[in-house]
């Protein structure tokens, strides 16, 4: 995995937590050396990221990212190029949500940023070690979508939008 694409997915890793992160275990999960996740860290509070360091670990305090919340509605087989379309403009799926009648909002967190992580993610359904959240609503879902700009997020619409993908507002 290169330096840029690390970076980016431990910064989605961190803006998911709850808790505290250690640099023993970003080096273990990103399988790179205690001093590369230094040196990571760094890089991204250079880039912006209010990254705080404690003794319990590193602690994502806010992000200069930008996120927006897409409806969408769509069959399984579109699945992959849904991913694929946000992906591919620089967005991260940060996370599916449905709208239940009975149980309320269901949140699953997703932090798709590379097909690496849309192939482990569909090969998750095809296996069937679970089904799609979609699935309890006929189809009908919601992103959490982050991306480096507002511009992005425009043309990740705009292509959404193209592909029939985005439920219109009424």
């Known amino acids: 995995m290169k330096a840029e694409q690390r970076r980016k997915e431990i910064a989605n ?76 403009l620089g967005g991260t799926v940060v996370d599916v949500f449905v709208w239940h009648k009975v149980y309320g909002k269901m949140v699953a967190a997703l932090n798709i940023s590379s097909k690496h992580h849309i192939n482990q993610f569909l090969e998750g359904v095809r296996t069937g070690k679970s089904s799609e959240l979609m699935n309890i609503t006929g189809g009908y879902h919601y992103h959490t979508v982050r991306a480096e700009s507002n511009e992005l997020l425009i043309k990740i619409e705009q292509e959404l939008v193209k592909k029939n993908l985005i439920v219109p507002e009424i």
């Open 13 to 88: 890793l961190m803006m998911s937590l709850q808790s505290p992160i250690s640099g023993g275990q970003l080096s273990k999960h990103f399988d790179v050396s205690r001093q590369i996740i230094v040196q990571d860290i760094a890089f991204l509070k250079s880039s912006g990221y209010d990254i705080l360091s404690t003794n319990k670990g590193y602690v994502m305090q806010k992000t200069p990212l930008y996120e927006r919340v897409f409806k969408v509605f769509h069959t399984r087989e579109q699945t992959e190029d849904e991913l694929n379309t946000i992906i591919n």
